[in-house]
């Protein structure tokens, strides 16, 4: 059973920092990307970042370039977002899914964000200003 599991969200003022976790198992890792998402109040689901595990290459949407870093444990069962210098803007359900890695880009670029396989439940992240 595929299964993916998001935490650390919470409530941070603007210019702190936050660690979300993706815990993930039931499927085969190297075949996969595991992409952030996340969906603001009445707005579209976006992409924020992936990391292949085929590759290890890493991809973050424009708007976090430099603020958010992803990473995974050495098992490559847990992938982490460590969000800096978060902004109010940055306030969003945050998500992490699982798909091919073309599929993956494909959902990160807005082509089909839906397409991902699996999705873990959202965990809140709230930024005050």
């Known amino acids: 059973e595929v299964q993916l599991q998001a935490s650390g969200g919470g409530l941070v003022q603007a210019g702190g920092s936050l660690r979300l976790s993706c815990a993930a198992s039931?499927?085969?890792?190297?075949?996969?990307?595991i992409g952030w998402f996340r969906q603001a109040a009445g707005k579209e689901r976006e992409g924020v970042s992936c990391m292949s595990f085929s590759d290890g290459s890493t991809y973050y949407a424009e708007s976090v370039k430099g603020r958010f870093t992803i990473s995974s444990d050495n098992a490559g069962n847990t992938v982490y977002l460590q969000m800096n210098s978060l902004k109010p803007e940055d306030t969003a359900v945050y998500y992490c899914?699982?798909?091919?890695?073309?599929?993956?880009?494909?959902?990160?670029?807005?082509?089909?964000?839906?397409?991902?396989?699996?999705w873990g439940e959202g965990t809140q992240v709230t930024v005050s200003s």
């Open positions: 039931g499927f085969t890792f190297s075949d996969h990307a």
């Open positions: 899914a699982a798909a091919d890695p073309i599929t993956t880009a494909q959902a990160m670029a807005g082509t089909d964000v839906y397409g991902m396989d699996y």
